[in-house]
């Protein structure tokens, strides 16, 4: 019985040691794991420092960069302006296009405001559209698209020219090359440069554009001095070289019609008189008759 319980004696004291062992080897563990912890940290921070300071440098180096940069363009005289090219112009001048942009030589080359030099351009009637833009270091370009005078309109002692959209360009006491367009119905009030004809006038401009370009494909354009429009369905070709004044109808099988008046133009050559054009081509023939001299 004896040796019986000196056994149990000692299992029970062999479980404290294990038990107190085994504590003891939690806390290395747990005091390493809070350490190696703290080291981690640590070194997270050192990593983030060390990537704080490269972030830090190069901003610092583009910031002074620019502002030197900046310098150069505000304070430099490399980018003044030296040269302003103009491009697509034929009725206005070069200077007269410098001068509606505003911009000036010797100006800084960044410092133009395009926006605003474009809007002064097309103030000017001629001018359709405009782009601007920079060759550097110092060159300015302007680039235009005019409006071209086709046609004129004709009252009292002036001429006023009108583009094939119907815009008037211009009013002038001077006629030029153009074909005179007669028997418009905008009102005389409303004749100013920048405006455009009345919606009804700009109907029959359709008609004179297709007239126009029939003859000219027919080569007869260029004898045609004037139109008259007050009739929609009867143009009147006035052919003042020719001598010759011609009905050209509806404006329908222009081509046809433009052949047949070419070759009237051909036989009838040095007589004065009328083309009646504006029949039905399909069951009667377009003749001429002569003026009789009294």
């Not at 997270?44 to 940069?69: D, Q």
């Not at 007269?96 to 080359?109: D, F, V």
């Not at 119907?166 to 153009?178: A, D, F, H, K, T």
């Not at 009867?234 to 433009?258: D, Q």
Request: glycine share 4%; net charge positive; with cysteine.
């Amino acid at each position: 019985m004896e040796d019986d319980e000196i056994i149990i004696v000692n299992k029970t004291t062999s479980n404290k040691v294990q038990k107190k062992k085994s504590k003891k080897i939690k806390a290395v563990k747990i005091a390493a794991s809070k350490n190696s912890k703290k080291k981690d940290k640590d070194e997270i921070r050192a990593i983030n420092a060390v990537n704080s300071t490269k972030k830090k440098f190069p901003i610092f180096i583009i910031i002074f960069l620019i502002l030197i940069l900046m310098g150069l363009i505000l304070f430099s005289d490399i980018f003044n302006i030296k040269n302003i090219e103009v491009v697509g112009n034929s009725n206005l001048s070069n200077d007269t296009i410098i001068s509606l942009s505003g911009i000036e030589k010797e100006r800084n080359i960044f410092m133009i405001n395009k926006k605003k030099s474009k809007e002064k351009i097309k103030e000017e009637t001629y001018i359709e559209k405009v782009k601007i833009h920079s060759k550097f270091p110092s060159t300015v370009v302007i680039e235009v698209v005019e409006r071209h005078p086709k046609f004129m309109l004709q009252f009292a002692d002036s001429f006023v020219y009108i583009n094939s959209q119907g815009y008037m360009l211009e009013v002038s006491n001077n006629s030029i090359e153009v074909p005179i367009i007669i028997g418009f119905v905008t009102d005389l009030s409303n004749i100013h440069a920048g405006n455009r004809l009345d919606l009804e006038d700009l109907k029959k401009m359709e008609k004179i554009i297709k007239v126009f370009e029939v003859a000219k494909s027919n080569e007869i354009a260029n004898l045609i001095t004037k139109i008259d429009i007050s009739d929609e369905n009867n143009f009147t070709l006035l052919l003042e070289g020719e001598g010759k004044k011609a009905y050209l109808g509806e404006c329908t099988e222009l081509n046809t019609r433009m052949l047949l008046l070419k070759k009237i133009l051909e036989l009838e050559k040095g007589k004065s008189g009328e083309v009646f054009l504006n029949v039905d081509l399909n069951n009667d023939d377009v003749y001429f008759r002569e003026s009789v001299n009294v």
